[in-house]
């Protein structure tokens, strides 16, 4: 079946431009995480959605930053007056539930690169 | 979440067994631990998960010591395409968030 998308594959952008970047998760997932990779560096946590439930924005860097969900579908990450640190890949994961034992499944990521 | 150890690389021969070692010393009672890899240029992927008992899959074996504080993910038989960060989380039962990744291994598998 269809996976986790990802839109765009890659945006290039002017520092203090605003993005919006897009996450299409697994039919049925309730749960949606986005997370963030520098080069060369591991994965860091931004924010997760869980059904109905307030989002964990704990991961967020900064009020630059900020995401949305409709229902139990499409999700937006948003950040605004983009900076050079912000060029990375934004990787958006979904589950069928937020468990200690769900499997995440990653999309492909978007590469962002602030000029 | 308690943090976990792993080797910044390991080199392996095509077709031969790989041995992935992962501590994690500060393990809780009901930290369950997960294993994904990254391949170049792509998201993340789900490998095995446990929590006391080992176990296998098709991709690969999770070996859990008896006192649960280290782990080892096998390939029984490495391929080129399983070049990749392997990245060894822990989460904890009552975790319902994100998974924490630390810098993982990076394999390398030769021909």
């Known amino acids: 079946g269809a996976g986790v998308s990802q839109s765009p594959s890659n945006k290039v952008t002017e520092k203090g431009k605003d993005v919006e970047l897009r996450c299409d998760p697994i039919?049925?997932?309730?749960?949606l995480y986005w997370y963030r990779q520098r080069l060369g560096q591991g994965l860091e946590f931004l924010i997760y959605f869980q059904g109905n439930s307030a989002p964990d924005k704990s991961g967020l860097p900064s009020d630059r930053f900020s995401a949305e969900r409709t229902g139990e579908s499409v999700s937006t990450l948003t950040i605004q007056r983009t900076q050079q640190e912000d060029s990375a890949v934004y990787l958006c994961?979904?589950?069928?539930?937020?468990?200690?034992?769900?499997?995440?499944?990653f999309g492909p990521g978007t590469r962002l690169t602030v000029l | 979440d308690a943090k976990t150890t792993q080797p910044n690389s390991m080199e392996s021969n095509e077709e031969e067994p790989v041995h992935l070692p992962c501590n994690h010393s500060?393990?809780?009672?009901?930290?369950?631990i997960h294993w994904y890899r990254q391949l170049p240029s792509q998201g993340p992927e789900y490998v095995i998960h446990g929590l006391t008992s080992n176990v296998n899959n098709r991709m690969a074996s999770l070996a859990i010591a008896e006192d649960r504080k280290s782990s080892t993910l096998i390939l029984h038989r490495a391929t080129l395409r399983d070049a990749a960060v392997y990245y060894c989380?822990?989460?904890?039962?009552?975790?319902?968030?994100?998974?924490?990744f630390g810098k993982g291994t990076k394999l390398s598998v030769k021909p």
């Open positions: 989380i822990l989460r904890s039962g009552g975790s319902q968030g994100n998974l924490i």
């Open positions: 500060t393990i809780s009672g009901t930290d369950y």
């Open positions: 994961a979904s589950s069928l539930v937020a468990s200690s034992t769900d499997t995440q499944y």
């Open positions: 039919s049925g997932h309730t749960a």
